[in-house]
């Protein structure tokens, strides 16, 4: 069946430094991706959404690369603040289905 | 409209009692969503709707579980006979009217539930 899975559950960071946080799906079908942030006790916030006609798409400090030939989805996260210090999710959907299909997250941690 | 609101924010019920919780989406979106989250996992899809029609239900949607959306705007979610299993923070979300193709859900603050 369809699965959206992250390669790592936890990734240490020094403040200031740059993440990556990789995310594989399953599914050839999906056509649409999104990361969440999600701090601990809150709903998930949105960070930045990619179509699947697209390979590449830059928010404020966060890039999404999309590689639908291996597909792979990174979230990139320059100058990494404390701030930053949450679970991320990637999710997938694609046309004709609207709910979405998540991983299990990775934790971001940020040392000062 | 600051965002989607949940309520409540946490409940505690004893095992076999009935539990409803609240949504009010971004009032502009027309789609509203439940998903059920437990802890370290990702969220998990339960229910759709558009306005006031429920469009698509998982297979997680076990038949103590019903939502109702009757006006197109708040939705309730409501769990009976609550069993220790439904521990979990319940989510909503909202999206806009885009026609066929998806856009970014709107995530409110969930409703912890715990069941004792």
């Known amino acids: 069946g369809e699965s959206v899975g992250l390669h790592l559950p936890t990734l240490s960071v020094q403040e200031g430094d740059n993440s990556i946080i990789n995310c594989a799906y399953s599914?050839?079908?999906?056509?649409?991706f999104i990361w969440y942030k999600q701090e601990s006790g809150k709903g998930p916030q949105f960070i930045i959404d990619?179509?699947?006609?697209?390979d590449k798409r830059q928010g404020q400090r966060v890039t999404v690369l999309l590689n639908k030939t291996v597909k792979h989805l990174s979230l990139q996260i320059a100058a990494t603040q404390p701030g930053d210090s949450a679970v991320y999710f990637c999710a997938e959907s694609y046309t004709g289905r609207r709910a979405l299909t998540f991983g299990s997250g990775t934790r971001l941690q940020v040392q000062p | 409209d600051t965002g989607v609101s949940q309520d409540p924010r946490h409940k505690i019920t004893k095992r076999g009692q009935n539990v409803t919780f609240r949504c009010d989406p971004i009032?502009?979106?027309?789609?509203l969503y439940w998903y059920r989250q437990t802890l370290g996992q990702g969220p998990e899809f339960l229910t759709y709707?558009?306005?006031?029609?429920?469009?698509?239900k998982s297979r997680l949607l076990s038949d103590r579980f019903s939502a109702e959306r009757p006006k197109g705007s708040f939705s309730t979610l409501e769990i009976q006979r609550t069993e220790q299993g439904d521990s979990a923070m319940y989510l909503c979300?909202?999206?806009?009217?885009?026609?066929?193709?998806?856009?970014?859900?709107?995530f409110g603050q969930g409703t912890r539930l715990t069941v004792v």
């Open positions: 979300a909202s999206t806009e009217n885009s026609g066929t193709a998806n856009t970014e859900a709107f």
């Open positions: 990619i179509r699947s006609n697209m």
């Open positions: 009032s502009e979106h027309n789609r």
């Open positions: 599914n050839s079908a999906s056509d649409y």
């Open positions: 709707f558009q306005n006031e029609a429920q469009l698509e």
